[in-house]
């Protein structure tokens, strides 16, 4: 089986706790003992690395035991690259803080590590890769507000007049001190409600030009951002403070 290595907690002198993403697009959390200097780990343990890993758990069990981890790719340029490597620490933090421990996250595996291959050999594209990561695993969470009906009556929203409420969008009627949403938040929805996320980012990063790159992108990837919220109230109010808010003051990482 093949893994990478999400984080290491150092245990003791020589063992470690090891949590992987595997091929099979899940997360397993490994127990690796004395770990330097041994057979079984000849290549150390380290992130930014593709091993051939060997594991075994017990049934009911929440850790397995790392049984040995051989290297297979190293992402060196990344390790190298200031940019590309907060960009890929960016793409394993949010595959440990978003994603379920008891389920598999379709394709996730295969598309890390194709992000973390143009990162490797194009450091200049990470953070526009970073965003398109995040918008797969976005989307391949569900991590979607529904664009189609208010939320409140269901009845179907009209284009261009969404308002905003923290369980959702809302119809014009069922809206009273509601202020319209922003336009960036307008416009994302309108890219949005003809294709996937993944499409819209796919398609913006194949655009050459890069003024109209970022004219499609800069407002679905701050919507984006605006809609990253776990199911807790307190960040969904976040979120939706942030969506409040003009688009000006845009973060740093929509500049593209
Ligand atoms: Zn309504």
Known sequence: MHGIILRTT????????????????????????HVQGSQRFPNALELMTVYEIEYSQKPGQTMGSLK?????????????????LSCASAALEAVSNLCPDESTVIDLFST?????????????????????FECFLCYQLGVMPNLEIC??????????AYYQQELGFICKKCAHDESNIPEFVLE?????????????VQKALAINDEAQRRKVLAPVLKFLV???????????????????????????????
Not at 112 to 132: D, G, P, R, Y
Not at 151 to 160: E, H, R, V
């Open 10 to 33: 150092r245990i003791k002198d020589c063992d470690l706790v090891v949590n992987w993403l595997t091929d099979e697009d899940r997360m397993v959390a490994t127990y690796a003992g």
């Open 68 to 84: 040995s981890a051989y290297s297979i790719e190293r992402f060196d340029r990344i390790i190298e690259d200031m940019n590309s």
């Open 112 to 132: 890390l590590l194709q992000s973390f291959a143009v990162m490797n050999t194009a450091s200049e594209l990470s953070v526009m890769i970073l965003a398109w």
């Open 151 to 160: 939320s409140q009556c269901a009845k179907p929203l009209i284009k261009s």
């Open 188 to 200: 994302a929805i309108r890219r949005l409600r003809f294709q996937s996320l993944r499409e819209t």
């Open 226 to 256: 605006s809609i990253m919220c776990d199911n807790s109230t307190m960040k969904r109010l976040k979120a939706h403070r942030f969506m409040a808010e003009t688009a000006l003051d845009m973060p740093k990482l929509f500049e593209l």
